[in-house]
T-cell receptor, first 113, second 119 residues
């Protein structure tokens, strides 16, 4: 089955700096890669996603890149703000297959003012 | 985006009792709902997948007789933790997806979660 590894487990940056979180996946059939932000005591919130027919996607300060050959994808947050502090999860799934999301272990991002 | 609610948000119960958690899609019809369990500072672990009108598909290692899932309508799925024990204490999160229209394939909308504490 699919296995998703996520690094780093914790990340601390200064406000205004960029943050990068990386994930690798094992199943080449996976073709949908969402990123979720989870605040304490709340459910995950989708912040951006990418499908395998695209190499990069950007939404304001957030971008995701995908390298299908290497089976890895990354989340980039620019101009970080204290409200970006949260736990971020990457996930992978197979569109047209099981539909199940397999999550990474999460990255706790702390943005220091 | 689409909204998914869960009720209750928190529940405390005595060991041996059963607890029901509801998951509702408020502004769309969910063809599939997923139930996850999350331990403190850990990732989400998929427990089961349910499709409206059919039996849920449980992940390996999840006791189907302990975690009863009912997906009776396109907007409601319930998770019942039967004969709860302290080790069942956890954060339970549901998600819903709809293929076609507003939701793209594979996009899941998550509920806010339910904190279960078994004494």
């Amino acid at each position: 089955g699919e296995n998703v590894e996520q690094h780093p487990s914790t990340l601390s940056v200064q406000e205004g700096d960029s943050a990068v979180i990386k994930c690798t996946y094992s199943d080449s059939a996976s073709n949908y890669f969402p990123w979720y932000k989870q605040e304490l005591g709340k459910g995950p919130q989708l912040i951006i996603d990418i499908r395998s027919n695209v190499g990069e996607k950007k939404d304001q300060r957030i971008a995701v890149t995908l390298n299908k050959t290497a089976k890895h994808f990354s989340l980039h947050i620019t101009e970080t703000q204290p409200e970006d502090s949260a736990v971020y999860f990457c996930a992978a799934s197979w569109q047209g297959g099981s539909e199940k999301l397999v999550f990474g272990k999460g990255t706790k991002l702390t943005v220091n003012p | 985006g689409a909204v998914v609610s869960q009720h209750p948000s928190r529940v405390i119960c005595k060991s041996g009792t059963s607890v029901k958690i509801e998951c509702r899609s408020l502004d769309f019809q969910a063809t599939t709902m997923f139930w996850y369990r999350q331990f403190p500072k850990k990732s989400l672990m998929l427990m089961a997948t349910s499709n409206e009108g059919s039996k849920a598909t449980y992940e390996q290692g999840v006791e189907k007789d302990k975690f009863l899932i009912n997906h009776a309508s396109l907007t409601l799925s319930t998770l019942t933790v039967t004969s709860a024990h302290p080790e069942d204490s956890s954060f339970y999160i549901c998600s819903a997806s709809w293929f076609g229209g507003r939701a793209r394939i594979n996009e899941q909308f998550f509920g806010p979660g339910t904190r279960l504490t078994v004494l």
